[in-house]
């Protein structure tokens, strides 16, 4: 019982992670599109934040496995 919350957890994370990138790249394409000689701030800035949430993401995961 406890690999299925375990995996559930993982998956949450995952999920949680997808849906965050997504939003952080979409952001940055329209504050691209509406700004294009911003275009390598606004790009320094949406990598950083996306390292940073994949980054919560691995440790949700890790945390999830080794609670199991």
């Known amino acids: ?22 939003k952080i790249g979409g952001s940055a394409m329209e504050a691209i599109a509406r700004q294009p000689e911003a275009y390598s701030k606004i790009q320094t800035a949406m990598l950083i934040a996306a390292a940073l949430v994949e980054g919560v993401a691995l440790f949700a995961v890790v945390v999830a496995l080794i609670a199991k």
């Open 1 to 22: 019982m406890s690999f299925i919350a375990a995996g559930i957890g993982a998956g949450l994370a995952v999920i949680g992670a997808g849906i965050g990138i997504g």
